[in-house]
Structure formats: C-alpha cells, structure tokens
C-alpha cells in the first residue's frame, strides 16, 4: 500500500476545477444507449466511440480522470497507443470498473447486491500493471415499499468495504458508490432518509474494515424526488438535503465527493452541483463523475457518423467545461446558450 501514490492520486482526481468522466460502461449498458443512436454496438463501435471521447482537445481542463471499463483499458487510439498510456500522457488519470454488474440478492425481492470480489486482488494487480490508479464500484440501493431492507444495505456496505480495503492494499483508490436509486413515485424525503442509511451502514463497514478514509473518494447520488414523485424539489432544496445528508455520514477526512448524475437531465445535474458547490464551509471538494450528464449530448451528436465527430467533441467539451465552472459554484444558465 503506497500511501503516498494514494493520496497523491485522490487529490488529482478532485483538483479545483476537474471532475470525473465516467465512460466504464458495460457492453450491455453501451448496446442499450448506441441503440438509441441508432448504432450497432460492437468492440469497434465502442473503441471509436471511447476513442472520440479522450481524444476530445483540451478536456483534461476540465476531466481529471476517466473510468474505463475492462475492455476499453486494453483498446488502443486509431494511432495504436493504449487509452490508459493516452489519457495519462494528457494528465488524465486512467480508472478502472472492476465490479461484476448487480445481481438479485437471495431472499430479498426487488433487491440487487453487486458481485466481484472473488480474484479481485489479481485483477487489481493487473490494472495497476496496465496503468489504472483509481477504480470503481457500484452498489444499487433501490426504494420501494418495504425497501431498501437492512439485509440490502448492510450486503452491499460490505462488498463496498472488501473492494476498498482490497483497492488501497493495491495502492489504487477506491471509488466508493452507493447508488440510490432515482426511480419510482418515492418523495425526496425518502430519498434523504434512505441515503442517510445507506451511507451510514457504508462508513461504518469501511471503518471495521480498515479502510482509511484519507484514501477514499465517495460516489454518491445526489438526494431527489423520485422520478414518478408528483412533487418535483427544486435546485436548492436538493442542494441543502444532499450536503445535510454528507455532513451527517461523511467524515471530513475523505479527499473528496464525486456525484453520478442517476438519470436526471445535463443540465439539471450541472444546476444541483453548481449549488451544492457554491455552499460555504464545505469539509470536502464536491464535484462530478457523470457518464449519462456528460455524453448524452456526444452520443446523440455522434450517431455512428465520422461527419459528426467534430461536433460530437464541442459537445463533450462544453458540457465538461459547465461541469467544470459548477464544481466551483460558477456556473450560471446563461452560459448553456452560448454552445456551439
Ligand atoms: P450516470 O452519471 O449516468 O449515473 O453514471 C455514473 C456512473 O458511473 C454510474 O455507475
């Protein structure tokens, strides 16, 4: 455990100004939304479509680091250089999924637990070989009625703390997420009470297991309405329950928080961040580590066409460069209109 690697990369990951690119999509997720762009889903389509993002000019302004998923770290650009050895050549730090995906969890209707800890040592050794300083994983925490039960939260806290007590023995840093999810007819009082368990029961597994918090980075969904809920919170009402609910769970000593963006709209999510980040007092930097918040404009840009490609990266990079100015509370509406 090279405790100064680790805290070196924890702070690059959430310098001021930077967040996360979240591109560690699984092959299943990545044939559900080319679908949608009408293109064909395969290792190619994905290379070019990865290779379209990190080759995007000047990201690294605002992208401290990408999260690869296990087949894009072993894909090269149209040039033949590894992501990995590209993105960290661009001063962005490659990151790795090393979850296995969400399966049911036994005698718990309606619930998921995330699987993958068998050989995870192994694997990690691997990814810090092929360059990966940071990895990723995913809890589910879904709300509905009855759930999340305790069994659900306490499964999911402790998967999260085996990876991380195994990522940092590895000497690369834990992204630590439990997603609660958006979907559903739930309030955004619900949604506060839930994420305050989840949270809790995730600290406190990382505590038994070791795991120092000065080496962590939380992953956390921002607290909202459900979905379906009738009553939709505005922008500072999800502000003020999302950092009541950190301050409560959250030690100080953690580097940083990241937020997924779950499903809410671009702007939306680059709206919660920009108010959450302008709080005062805050113990840690908040900023973003969005895969739909960031690329939905790219995709929808892009369709498969090399005639769009260009037009595909100034949407990249204008929604990183709003992401960028929200992390430090600087961004402002006006500032969407002026895309190109
Ligand atoms: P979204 O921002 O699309 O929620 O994705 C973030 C992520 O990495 C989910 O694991």
């Not at 995906?101 to 990690?124: N, S, W």
């Not at 918090?213 to 909202?224: C, D, G, P, Y």
Request: with cysteine; charged share 20%.
């Amino acid at each position: 455990m090279d405790k100064a690697l680790l805290s070196k990369t924890a702070a690059a990951m959430v310098a001021k100004g930077k967040g996360i690119l979240a591109a560690d999509e699984s092959s299943g997720t990545c044939e559900t939304r080319f679908k949608s762009v009408g293109v064909e889903c395969t290792e190619d389509s994905r290379r070019a479509y990865r290779g379209i993002l990190f080759t995007t000019t000047g990201i690294e302004q605002f992208v401290s680091g990408v999260i690869l998923f296990d087949e894009t770290i072993r894909q090269k650009t149209t040039d033949g250089v590894p992501f990995a050895q590209y993105l960290a050549k661009k001063g962005i730090i490659p990151g790795i999924k090393v979850d296995k995906g969400i399966h049911d969890l036994a005698l718990a209707p309606g619930e998921k637990v995330t699987e993958g800890l068998d050989g995870l040592a192994k694997r990690l050794a691997e990814y810090f070989a092929l360059g990966a300083r940071f990895a990723k994983w995913r809890a589910v925490i879904t709300i509905g009625d009855g759930i999340p039960t305790h069994a659900c939260l306490y499964a999911n806290a402790h998967a999260l703390a085996r990876y991380a007590a195994a990522c940092q023995a590895a000497s690369i840093v834990p992204v630590i997420e439990p997603e609660v999810l958006l979907n559903g007819p739930h309030t955004i009082e619900r949604c506060e009470e839930v994420s305050e368990a989840t949270l809790r029961a995730t600290y406190a597994a990382l505590a038994a297991h070791n795991v120092s918090f000065e080496h962590t980075i939380l992953k956390a969904s921002m607290v909202v309405s459900g979905k379906d809920c009738s009553r939709q919170a505005g922008v500072d009402e999800v502000a003020e329950r999302t950092v009541r609910v950190l301050k409560r769970t959250v030690p100080a000593a953690q580097p940083g928080v990241v937020f997924l963006s779950g499903g809410q709209s671009d702007v939306s999510a680059t709206a919660h961040l920009n108010a959450m980040a302008a709080m005062k007092g805050l113990p840690w930097p908040l900023t973003f580590s969005f895969s739909r918040a960031l690329q939905n404009p790219a995709l929808n840009t892009w369709k498969g066409q090399s005639a769009n490609v260009a037009a595909a990266q100034r949407a990249l990079y204008h929604r990183a460069h709003m992401n960028g100015l929200a992390c430090q509370g600087r961004w402002k509406p006006e500032l969407e209109k002026q895309v190109a």
